[in-house]
């Protein structure tokens, strides 16, 4: 009866797996609604945090050129970039946690994020 235990073992792990993700994806879509904060990396190094309720617009200045951050109404877009393909400025505006911006000629690239303390903050707000 060896095997029929440890196959009996494997659909346990697995039922518990699935349950897992179930539970993270779960709690993904209920916090979905709070992006919290973005992260500015530039060539990997995180250069600025910034919460999504906090309007302002904040430039980027790399050895590539120059960018321009907005966040408004809880979202940010790149407004502004000198960037040849401008491609950052055409992604329009990213609010659910990990939706990114990205400007290659830059290596700019801008990642909602949960906050630090995750949703549960943002869902007793
Ligand atoms: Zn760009």
Do not use: Y
Not at 63 to 74: A, K, Q, S
């Amino acid at each position: 009866m060896f095997w029929f235990r440890s196959h009996r073992g494997d659909v346990l792990l697995i039922a518990a797996l699935l349950t897992a993700a179930g539970v993270l994806a779960l709690g993904l879509f209920l916090t979905r609604r709070d992006g919290g904060s973005v992260s500015v990396t530039v060539a990997g190094e995180t250069v600025m945090e910034l919460p999504l309720d906090a309007d302002g617009s904040f430039p980027i200045d790399t050895d590539g050129g120059h960018n321009v951050l907005v966040i408004e109404d809880g979202s940010a877009r790149m407004s502004e970039a000198d960037c040849p393909d401008r491609l950052c400025v055409k992604t329009g505006a990213i609010r659910w946690a990990g939706e990114s911006i990205v400007c290659l000629p830059h290596q700019v690239v801008v990642t909602v994020e949960n906050g630090a303390d995750g949703g549960f903050d943002a869902a007793s707000r």
